[in-house]
T-cell receptor, first 112, second 116 residues
């Protein structure tokens, strides 16, 4: 089983739609969680951190469920500019070692 | 702009050769990590350097090595290149501590390596 798995996608949604992505992780010792966004042929950029208490930034809401070992990203009122690949990131630190794992990414296309 | 610069932007090598990629971190950042991103895949963590020491490594063979310099810039070296090493190599800088970084990574635009 891969350490981090994401919805396969692609997701093609109309403008104004609500879309949700999930990401599961296998190592319960994982400590930090993030969503990154990557536009075509560009570098990844941090979208938001993910906490158990939830994290909201405008139209974007991220949630962590430690018991079920998954994180989610909800995008409301989708805009054309939201079209990108969304990558989840899981970080595990221990015994002087650091491991960071990206998911494969889920591609979102918002259609006019 | 993130302030993270990578060089070269593109390069072509042949199987068996060696390559060195360079990265200048964002001002104020003390940690640099490197990633390999194949087409259609997420970035794969290669390793991370904090204060000139490697403090984390992904599942990559020893022919992938690196350095971090006192000014926190970094190099990624790959020996004995294989066709499967063709990918985009991304460098990210962050603010770290002995226990790792806070996960807020600032990426350069990458170096695209083609191995023939």
């Amino acid at each position: 089983r891969k350490e981090v798995e994401q919805d396969p996608g692609p997701f093609n949604v109309p403008e104004g739609a609500t879309v949700a992505f999930n990401c599961t992780y296998s190592n319960s010792a994982s400590q930090s969680f993030f969503w990154y966004r990557q536009d075509c042929r560009k570098e990844p950029k941090l979208l938001m951190s993910v906490y158990s208490s939830g994290n909201e930034d405008g139209r974007f809401t991220a949630q962590l469920n430690r018991a079920s070992q998954y994180i989610s990203l909800l995008i409301r009122d989708s805009k054309l500019s939201d079209s990108a690949t969304y990558l989840c990131v899981v970080i595990r630190t221990g015994a002087g070692s650091y491991q960071l794992t990206f998911g494969k990414g889920t591609k979102l296309s918002v259609i006019p | 702009e993130t302030g993270v610069t990578q060089s070269p932007t593109h390069l072509i090598k042949t199987r068996g050769q060696q390559v060195t990629l360079r990265c200048s971190s964002q001002s104020g950042h003390n940690t640099v990590s490197w990633y390999q991103q194949a087409l259609g895949q997420g970035p794969q963590f290669i390793f991370q350097y904090y204060r000139e020491e490697e403090n984390g490594r992904g599942n990559f063979p020893p022919r992938f090595s690196g350095l971090q310099f006192p000014n926190y810039s970094s190099e990624l070296n790959v020996n004995a290149l294989e066709l499967d090493d063709s990918a985009l190599y991304l460098c990210a800088s962050s603010l770290g501590s002995d226990r790792g970084t806070n996960g807020e990574l600032f990426f350069g635009e990458g170096s695209r390596l083609t191995v023939l």
